[in-house]
C-alpha cells in the first residue's frame, strides 16, 4: 500500500472513530502532515482519495470537510466491498442452495470476455441479514482465477475468502440495475409472492489488470433493497 | 477549466467519437503528449481523472485501457449530469404539474440543512422518453440559490438552465434508492395501475462550497428504470 493510501485510511478512521458528521472541519493541512508524521504532500494526495471516494471535499481557501451523509441500512453502491464488511455491525448469513463446477454458459462467457471453454464455479445462495432473506444471488467465478470454492466458504463471506485467503486484488465494478418480478422459486427463498416485484443487480468484478472474473445476478427483497450512490463532478 | 481537465476531456471525446470499446488500448504517455501538446505530467493527471470517472483503466508496466461497458439505455447514476445529457440522442420532454413558491416543509429544510424559514421552488413534473412517461419528480430548489423558475424552464432542462444560465457549479450528488409503489396519482401519470412497484430514487445536489441546493424525490416506470453504477476500489 502506498504511504498515502495508509494515511487516507487512518484519517478515515479517525472520522469514524470520532463520529465527525457531514460538514465537519478536518485540521488543516499543516495539523494533519504533523499528526500523522508525514510531509505535506503525502496528505494532499491521501485527501485527493478520500475526495475521490465521497469521504471529504475540499473547498479552495476554505477547508476540508467531512461529505458523509449516511442513512442507516442503505448501502452503498461505489463501494467495492463485500457485504459483510458493509454490514459489519448486522448479523449476516448465507443458505447454499447450490454450487457446482460447470462450463460458462455462453451469456456468461461473453460478459467476462472469453471465447474458449472455461469452466466457472456457479453458486446460488440465499442471503440472510439478521435472520431475514434479503437476496438470492446467482454467481459465476471463473475457475482459473478461483480455482478452489466450497458449500463451507460460500456459506460465509466469499469477498473476504477472496480478498484474504487467495490474494485477489479487486480493482474495479459495473452494476446494472432494474427492477424484476421474482418467479415462484425465488419468492418461496424471500418469503414473498410469486410476481412480487425484486430490485435486480446484474455485477461484473474486474482484477487489478482489468480482466472480468465474477458475474453475479442478485435479486433483492424489495423491503430490503436500499442503496446508496455518491455522485461526483469532477 | 483546468489545463489537464480540458485534455481529459478530449481524450474523452477521441474515445467516444472512434467507438473505443472496452479494452482498447490508448496511445503511449509520450504519444499523448504530442498529440495534445502538453507535458506527459498534464497527461497523468488528465489519465488520473479519467480513471476516477471510470472512463479508462491504467495497468502498470502495460498500458491504459478503456474501461467504458454501457448497455445501452442504462443511465450512469455516478454522472452529475441532466438527463438532457445523459439522453442526447433521445427526445426529452416534460409535463409541469404544479410549479410554486413555499416556505421549504420541515422534512426538506432538514435535508437542505437550514434552520431558518426559507424559500424554495416546489416543481412537480412528468417526464418523457420519446412520448413514455418514464418519471415522476417532484423537486424542491432553494430560492437564495435558485432565484428564478418559471414554467417554460421547468419544462425544458432545469439543469441546463442551473450550470449555463445561472452558472451554477454542482459539485456532487447523493443518491438514495429504494423500491415503492405509486400511489393512484403518480400510476396515472406513468400510464400504469395503482400499486405497480416504482424505483424511488431520493437525491441531493451539493454546490461547490458543499451547500445542498436542491432535494429531488422522482418515481421511476418500473420498466424504465436501468441504472449503471460504477465502482471502484482505489
Redesign the interface.
Known sequence: MNKY?DVANKINLFIQENNLTR?SKLPTLTELANTYEVSKNTIIKALE?LE???VI?Q?RG?GT?V?G?H?KG?VN????QGFHSIFREFNLSSKVIELKEIEAPSNVAEIL?FTDQEKVYYIKRVRYIESRPFCVEESYYLKTIVPYLNEEIASQSIFNYLTEDLKI???????????GKLNQEEAGYLELETHD?S?NIES?Y?L???RPFNYSLIKYH??E??????????
Open positions: 493510501h460538514g482519495v475521490t471516494n465521497g471535499y473547498v476554505s470537510y461529505r451523509r442513512r442503505f453502491l461505489t463501494d467495492v470476455e486484488n479487486i480493482r474495479f465494478s459495473d452494476l446494472f440495475m432494474r427492477i416485484p430490485l461484473i474486474y487489478s489488470n482489468g424489495h423491503e433493497a436500499q442503496f446508496f450512490v455518491q455522485g461526483n463532478n469532477f
